[in-house]
């Protein structure tokens, strides 16, 4: 553990007292390995956000315990100021020890506004920095440039030539870690104040990683043209009809730049071209680029694409965030995997998605828990994503949100969707991102979790249907303060004219909150024989049907701030046998059971080999699911299915995508 973290984990010694009321205003204890630490150590974390959802959980799952006589280290995280600790109920404030954290203690001599714009993974580097340097007290701008130079590794002022720049905005974008708006605008303004980078678009293309591969995309075909052509190059970039401003000529060949463009367009982030005429050799760098050597173009992607997945280095002890970098890239590959025919990449990929699964299944056993009361900024789970819309929404420029919810799409068949959109309308910018699921990956589990905005403790109910969705979406939004006349919410649409059916159900002129459903991907997958080569062809026939890119459109043309995401995904899977339980189990899923008992589930799962009980986190009492692993399915021996309920990359990592309209 770092050291940042042992300040905290000091305070807490198991069996000290049964209930611990934590002031935590930055969201330090949810910190993913901080709270990992705290639950290996006994400690139960739980929020105090809506006063009866936690007096449902304190009472129905503590206060029993407690009255048995029984000891739990309960800790109480509210995201408020130590002085705001009174306003919680009386027997709560008898009960309980009070501790207080924040930013400010851990970094008594920099600037807080600025440190707490910083994501909470970034901040080992920023303490190992603190420790090595002793530095002085520091206002606003000595803050950011301490953090620029030791945590992002960029020392402003000594960047002076368009390849120091380019080295620097790539090393950037390409890496996991966005750069907080308050930093970039300080790159802005070091960078516009030593005058080396007159015409550059610095404020769009330094924040903005989808603005900067707009960039990079527009001169990309410029810098193949002037290799044909000799250097022929035009200096006026109006010439070339360019969208964001900056140079015409980018030094693509550097030695520097070049390692990250090859790999840019190798996942998907840039798009090929296509250049007649232009002789390159089969091992040239550019190669990647270039959408006239298609017939080799896709051979090419798959083998650096199994590189780079080769070179991820996962492990036990990685974050979040790497699994969702990683799972990014798997979806590239695996879309083309399942659109292509060659049997020995198929064989590759297949075995090396068991052996990725099978680390991907323990490491979510240890670190899945600790991602449920994370902060909703950055939604690292489905059921952060109301929240982090609400937090949009009480900006007073922000008026209107749609969220569409495609049941059933997997990573890899959003990049067969986003590659028809980006066809059937260029103005769309896709901002890609992705979220977990919530395991079982079952649609009543995960889709409910998104549309109430809670985990699934709070619906024991309905945890076995869809039809209190509708419900918990308007609860949620009425409870922030969005009348329930301005709330609207649809399901089971994806087929017909998509249009009428918004028309139907919004008046843009009133309807600030939108939630949708589009269950097609679903009803594709469950009528599927043909595997996950039949899904994607499927969903592509479907989205060039243009029901989707219809309903974005109308969307975007009414102003909405749209997202989209999936409840889950799918994978191909075998069976394994189907278990002949009568009416013991209460979900009978082709990748997953679910049981009242755990002596229930035991019974089972001591046949059934290759399934693992899986710890209810964040799941009602009397739910215990029995899920299968790999890609093996609780269907008859042999029979291939495409399914979903496990706990595989495919099926827990989903999209997560912001769609903009590109300003011109």
């Not at 980078?197 to 903005?208: A, E, V, Y």
């Not at 089969?282 to 050597?293: H, P, T, V």
């Not at 090419?300 to 890239?329: H, M, N």
């Amino acid at each position: 553990m770092s050291s940042w973290r042992n300040t905290i984990l000091k305070d807490f010694v198991p069996n000290v007292a049964k209930l611990t009321l934590v002031s935590d205003p930055d969201c330090l204890l949810t910190e993913e390995k901080l709270a990992m630490e705290l639950r290996d150590r006994g400690f139960d974390l739980i929020e105090f956000n809506d006063p009866i959802e936690f007096r449902y959980a304190y009472e129905s799952k503590y206060r029993s315990i407690w009255d048995r006589g029984e000891h739990t280290d309960l800790v109480v995280i509210l995201r408020l100021q130590d002085a705001e600790l009174a306003a919680l109920p009386y027997d709560l404030l008898q009960a309980g020890r009070k501790l207080s954290f924040c930013l400010g203690d851990l970094f008594p001599n920099m600037s807080y506004p600025v440190v707490e714009q910083l994501d909470r993974s970034l901040l080992d580097s920023l303490f190992d920095a603190q420790r090595k340097t002793s530095p002085d007290r520091m206002g606003d701008n000595a803050t950011k440039d301490f953090i620029l130079r030791h945590v992002f590794g960029v020392a402003a002022e000594l960047i002076s030539t368009e390849v120091e720049l380019l080295r620097f905005l790539l090393r950037l974008h390409y890496g996991s870690s966005a750069i907080p708006l308050m930093l970039a605008d300080r790159l802005v303004e070091v960078f516009e104040s030593s005058g080396s980078f007159k015409g550059w678009s610095l404020s769009q293309i330094i924040p903005d990683a989808e603005q900067f591969f707009a960039f990079i995309q527009e001169r990309w075909p410029i810098f193949l043209e002037n290799l044909k052509q000799d250097n022929q190059v035009k200096e006026n970039y109006a010439a070339y009809a360019l969208k964001v401003q900056g140079p015409v000529a980018l030094p693509f060949d550097h030695q520097d730049i070049r390692v990250y463009i090859d790999n840019l367009f190798v996942e998907g982030k840039l798009t090929p071209v296509d250049l007649p005429g232009i002789d390159v050799g089969k091992d040239s760098w550019i190669l990647s680029g270039i959408s006239a050597a298609k017939s080799g173009g896709d051979e090419l992607r798959i083998s650096r694409l199994f590189e780079l997945v080769d070179a991820a280095g996962l492990s036990i002890e990685s974050r979040y965030t790497d699994w969702i970098a990683f799972a990014l890239k798997w979806a590239e590959l695996s879309a083309l995997i399942h659109t292509a025919s060659n049997a020995d990449h198929k064989k590759r990929y297949s075995d090396l998605g068991q052996k990725l699964n099978a680390l991907f299944a323990d490491w979510l056993e240890i670190h899945y828990a600790s991602l449920i009361n994370l902060p909703p900024s950055t939604p690292a789970m489905l059921h952060h994503v109301p929240r982090h819309l609400a937090r949009y929404m009480e900006d007073p420029k922000s008026n209107k949100v749609a969220l569409v919810v495609i049941d059933g799409l997997s990573l890899d068949q959003w990049v067969t969707v986003r590659n028809i959109i980006q066809k059937q309308n260029s103005d769309l910018v896709l901002r890609e991102s992705a979220t977990f699921a919530w395991i079982p990956t079952l649609t009543s589990v995960s889709r409910q979790a998104i549309f109430s905005g809670k985990p699934p403790i709070y619906f024991p109910s309905s945890i076995n249907s869809t039809n209190s969705e509708e419900k918990l979406w308007k609860q949620f939004w009425q409870g922030h303060d969005v009348s329930k006349l301005d709330i609207a919410y649809k399901r089971s649409l994806g087929d017909g004219d998509a249009e009428a059916a918004m028309d139907s159900l919004i008046n843009p002129a009133q309807t600030k909150v939108v939630g949708l459903v589009i269950d097609k991907v679903d009803k594709i997958m469950h009528g599927m024989q043909l595997g996950a080569t039949g899904m994607h062809n499927q969903i592509d026939q479907w989205c060039r049907g243009e029901y989707l890119i219809s309903l974005l459109n109308y969307l975007s043309s009414h102003g909405y701030e749209i997202w989209i995401t999936s409840d889950h995904g799918n994978i191909e899977s075998i069976g394994k046998g189907r278990p002949t339980e009568g009416a013991i189990a209460e979900s009978r899923g082709e990748r997953v059971r679910i049981y009242p008992t755990q002596e229930l589930r035991s019974q089972i799962s001591s046949t059934f080999t290759f399934a693992r009980e899986w710890l209810p986190s964040g799941l009602p009492d009397g739910y215990f699911p029995l899920i299968a692993t790999g890609n093996d399915a609780f269907v008859n021996e042999g029979e291939s299915i495409v399914g979903h309920g496990g706990v595989a990359i495919e099926e827990v990592i989903v999209p997560l995508i912001k769609i903009e309209t590109r300003t011109r």
